[in-house]
Nanobody
Framework: QVQLVESGGDVVQPGGSLRLSCVAS????????IGWFRQAPGKEREGVGC????????LYGDSVKGRFTISRDNAKKTVYLQMNSLKPEDTAVYYC??????????????????WGQGTQVTVSS
């Protein structure tokens, strides 16, 4: 049974940094993709970025490109979302999600079968 558990959400001031973690377990293959998504109150879910385990390639949404970085620690089965230069508009619940189509790089949520419970990030002074 696949399980994704996010952690690291917090309250941070504008311009600050935060790192979210997503621990993945139960995948039937070593090759899968993990995506990060976020949803703010009253807004649609937005794809933040994704990484595939086959070659650690990453893809980012335009709103976070250059500020956010996704990385992976294979030994810990953990994917990280490093968020720098945070803005109030980054405030949202952040989710990690996974799918087993290991070559597919996408921020289309419909591709993802497995979801974590979410972690709250609040950017406020």
């Amino acid at each position: 049974q696949v399980q994704l558990v996010e952690s690291g959400g917090d309250v941070v001031q504008p311009g600050g940094s935060l790192r979210l973690s997503c621990v993945a377990s139960g995948f039937s293959s070593d090759y899968y993709a993990i995506g990060w998504f976020r949803q703010a109150p009253g807004k649609e879910r937005e794809g933040v970025g994704c990484i595939r385990t086959s070659d650690n390639s990453t893809l980012y949404g335009d709103s976070v490109k250059g500020r956010f970085t996704i990385s992976r620690d294979n030994a810990k089965k953990t994917v990280y979302l490093q968020m720098n230069s945070l803005k109030p508009e980054d405030t949202a619940v952040y989710y990690c999600a996974g799918h087993l189509q290991s070559l597919i790089m996408t921020m289309n949520a419909a591709w993802y079968n497995y979801w974590g419970q979410g972690t709250q990030v609040t950017v406020s002074s």
